[in-house]
């Protein structure tokens, strides 16, 4: 399994947001592979809910766990783009932390669910808050991620999809998101029937 190397640095994570009473959970490439179907990641997308106050703390304490800062300047970077760029020093392999805020993020991270992967608990979205947070960042991959994880999850609760995707939609002015989720949609009705 492609995500077999990405366990430990996960573990280490988990432990480093349970050291510092953290929420968060598991996103991105990882959590699109357990969700949907595996496939290559070259590293691990974290959501957590954390006051910005505390960051430089949660920071610091982040080298207990193995991880250390890719840029001098982390802290700034984070106050621009609400993401700390780590990387785990045993493995060096790369984390990005997302600081969330929005009604939405804090619901997702509240919904998740804790699956067992190689012996290794881990806390993912649901199958449609990754969809929602696939179809707002609206990649290639994301959209290909999205089409995987309709495949892999039969029942999936579209109308809560629906909604927040259309409400980002809308506050980020990109109806294109909204359009091309439905286009996915389609496709997949087509497929079962």
Do not use: C
């Not at 700034?76 to 990387?87: G, H, I, S």
């Not at 696939?134 to 892999?152: G, N, P, Y």
């Not at 029942?155 to 259309?166: A, G, I, S, Y």
């Amino acid at each position: 399994m492609p995500l077999v190397p990405l366990m430990r640095v996960i573990e280490d994570l988990l432990e480093w947001f349970k050291a510092t009473s953290v929420q968060g959970m598991v996103i991105g490439g990882v959590a699109a592979s357990l969700l949907g179907r595996p496939r290559l990641t070259k590293d691990v997308d974290v959501l957590v809910l954390l006051d910005e106050g505390h960051w430089a703390d949660f920071l610091t304490a982040g080298a207990k766990h193995g991880f250390v800062p890719r840029r001098g300047d982390s802290l700034d970077f984070a106050q621009e783009t609400r993401v700390l760029l780590m990387r785990h020093e045993t493995s060096g392999i790369d984390a990005d932390i997302v600081f969330g805020y929005l009604p939405f993020e804090k619901e997702a991270i509240t919904r998740a669910n804790w699956e067992e992967f190689d012996s290794v608990r881990i806390p993912l979205p649901s199958p449609e808050d990754l969809i929602i947070m696939k179809a707002v960042a609206h990649r290639q991959q994301d959209l290909a991620d999205i089409e995987a994880v309709l495949d892999a999850q039969p029942k999936l609760n579209l109308r809560r999809v629906r909604r927040w995707v259309r409400e980002f939609s809308t506050a980020l002015e990109m109806p294109k998101i909204l359009e091309d989720l439905e286009i996915l949609l389609s496709r997949r009705r087509k497929r079962k029937d």
